[in-house]
């Protein structure tokens, strides 16, 4: 989560869009016999109990269900992570002890040139980082973007940033990186990106997404539509990745710009979590189906979704909100909803803070770093059973902290 985003969201408090497409749940059942037939006996089990689940969601609120594939080849720790990753506010990238909150390393940009600075952090595992380094046109005040590129390196057991090494693919030129997602086997990278040239804060910007593959370099766009006058477009706020890489998910909202004479555009809808796949086919945003549609499953009201993080298997969406639900008037909460079947809340986090930075989750989505604030200041740390314990440094230094 940047800070970028966190200004985008605050231009659009306008609940605009446009009604969720309904899947026609004859294709959802194709689609579950095809992975049936692919899967062993147990697993086949599992997928048709999800899938008769969430044939009777999406005829309850006109939207698909993912289908992800039972397991993983690639383990996933569901233990608190060791380590988290700091970017300061300055140009100071550091991996610091959960448990002591001590620096353990500095994790410095390899690139030699100048008017350098670290970006986005994400993790694939606990142990494997992704960092973006940009380059910028000068050194003080706002500059466009030269290129971005991404950076894989690994924490040893001792907290020790090693290997440091370009991701194949990741070098972007012309281009701003605004948010990064990674699948645990760290097999596939994607990122939100904007035109280098653009200010960050510019909420007529499409932006595409990129989903990389960091073996063979191959790259898939998933592109935005452009901002024509009275067109309806889903622009990325927040992505995330399935286990298996398949599923790109996406929170958005639709939008829609007048022309400079004409009338206001007249649309409906809010916020709602969008999946595309296949995510290494690319393909246009807004093509993508609806997977939740937020805004009238919680009655939303504004765009009080401020991060949306989508389970390894596709089951279950953390969303941290900022704002009213359920009679809390000025809170920031941390929830959880099933993707498929009766929408039940689960609270994970729940406060009276108003301000929100940053939000993180680690590989397996069950610990979650968060950055928010009330009259005190800022504060910043981890969610243990429904409390935040704090987390060095300073707060007022901090950018986003991942793990």
């Given at each position: 989560m940047?800070?970028?985003v966190?200004?985008?969201?605050?231009?659009?408090s306008?609940?605009?869009?446009?009604?969720?497409?309904?899947?026609?749940?004859?294709?959802?059942?194709?689609?579950?016999?095809r992975?049936?037939?692919?899967?062993?006996?147990v697993?086949?089990?599992?997928?048709?109990?999800?899938?008769?689940?969430g044939?009777?969601?999406?005829?309850?609120?006109?939207?698909?269900?993912?289908?992800?594939?039972v397991?993983?080849?690639?383990?996933?720790?569901?233990?608190?992570?060791?380590?988290?990753?700091?970017?300061?506010?300055?140009a100071?990238?550091t991996v610091?002890?959960?448990?002591?909150?001590?620096?353990?390393?500095k994790?410095?940009?390899p690139?030699?040139a100048?008017?350098?600075?670290?970006?986005?952090?994400?993790?694939?595992?606990?142990?494997?980082?992704?960092?973006?380094?940009?380059?910028?046109?000068?050194?003080?005040?706002?500059?466009?973007?030269?290129e971005?590129r991404?950076?894989m390196?690994?924490?040893?057991?001792?907290?020790?940033?090693?290997?440091?090494?370009?991701?194949?693919?990741?070098?972007?030129?012309?281009?701003r990186?605004r948010?990064?997602?990674?699948?645990?086997?760290?097999?596939?990278?994607a990122?939100?990106?904007?035109?280098?040239?653009?200010q960050?804060?510019?909420?007529?910007?499409?932006?595409?997404?990129?989903?990389?593959?960091?073996?063979?370099?191959?790259?898939?766009?998933?592109?935005?539509?452009?901002?024509?006058?009275?067109?309806v477009?889903?622009?990325?706020?927040?992505?995330?990745?399935?286990?298996?890489g398949?599923?790109?998910?996406?929170?958005?909202?639709?939008?829609?710009f007048p022309?400079?004479?004409?009338?206001?555009?007249?649309?409906?809808?809010?916020?709602?979590?969008?999946?595309?796949?296949?995510?290494?086919?690319?393909?246009?945003?807004?093509?993508?189906?609806?997977?939740?549609?937020?805004?009238?499953?919680?009655?939303l009201?504004?765009t009080?979704?401020?991060?949306?993080?989508?389970?390894?298997?596709?089951?279950?969406?953390?969303?941290?909100?900022?704002?009213?639900?359920?009679?809390?008037?000025?809170?920031?909460?941390i929830?959880q909803i099933?993707?498929?079947?009766?929408?039940?809340?689960?609270?994970?986090?729940?406060?009276?803070?108003?301000?929100?930075?940053?939000?993180?989750?680690?590989?397996?989505?069950?610990?979650?770093?968060?950055g928010?604030?009330?009259?005190?200041?800022?504060?910043?740390?981890?969610?243990?059973?429904?409390?935040?314990?704090?987390?060095?440094?300073?707060p007022?230094?901090?950018d986003?902290?991942?793990?």
């Open positions: 940047s800070e970028m966190t200004q985008l969201r605050a231009l659009m306008l609940a605009v869009g446009e009604p969720p497409r309904r899947i026609d749940a004859a294709a959802i059942r194709r689609r579950a016999v992975r049936r037939r692919a899967a062993s006996a697993a086949a089990a599992a997928v048709v109990l999800a899938g008769s689940i044939v009777a969601f999406a005829a309850a609120h006109g939207v698909r269900t993912v289908h992800p594939r397991s993983t080849t690639h383990p996933i720790s569901v233990a608190v992570p060791r380590y988290y990753v700091v970017r300061a506010t300055g100071e990238t610091r002890a959960v448990a002591t909150g001590a620096v353990r390393d994790v410095r940009c690139w030699r100048p008017n350098v600075a670290p970006g986005v952090v994400a993790s694939g595992d606990q142990q494997t980082f992704f960092l973006v380094c940009q380059r910028f046109a000068r050194r003080v005040g706002w500059a466009p973007v030269l971005s991404i950076y390196f690994r924490i040893t057991a001792s907290g020790k940033a090693s290997g440091l090494v370009l991701v194949r693919g990741g070098s972007l030129i012309g281009l990186v948010a990064m997602a990674v699948t645990p086997d760290s097999s596939e990278v990122v939100i990106v904007l035109p280098g040239r653009y960050a804060f510019q909420i007529k910007i499409p932006a595409d997404v990129y989903v990389i593959n960091t073996s063979t370099g191959a790259r898939a766009v998933w592109h935005a539509a452009q901002p024509l006058p009275y067109k477009v889903y622009y990325p706020q927040d992505i995330s990745l399935t286990a298996d398949r599923e790109l998910a996406f929170l958005t909202m639709p939008q829609c022309s400079t004479t004409g009338p206001n555009c007249t649309v409906h809808g809010g916020q709602q979590l969008r999946v595309a796949s296949p995510a290494a086919h690319g393909g246009q945003l807004n093509n993508a189906p609806v997977l939740v549609p937020l805004y009238s499953i919680l009655r009201s504004g009080p979704v401020r991060d949306a993080v989508l389970s390894r298997d596709g089951t279950t969406l953390t969303l941290v909100i900022q704002g009213p639900l359920s009679a809390m008037p000025d809170s920031l909460s929830i099933p993707t498929t079947g009766n929408v039940r809340l689960r609270y994970i986090y729940r406060s009276g803070d108003t301000g929100f930075t940053f939000f993180s989750a680690d590989p397996s989505v069950r610990h979650f770093l968060l928010a604030s009330d009259n005190n200041g800022p504060v910043d740390g981890w969610i243990d059973h429904g409390r935040l314990i704090r987390l060095p440094p300073d007022i230094t901090v986003s902290m991942a793990w």
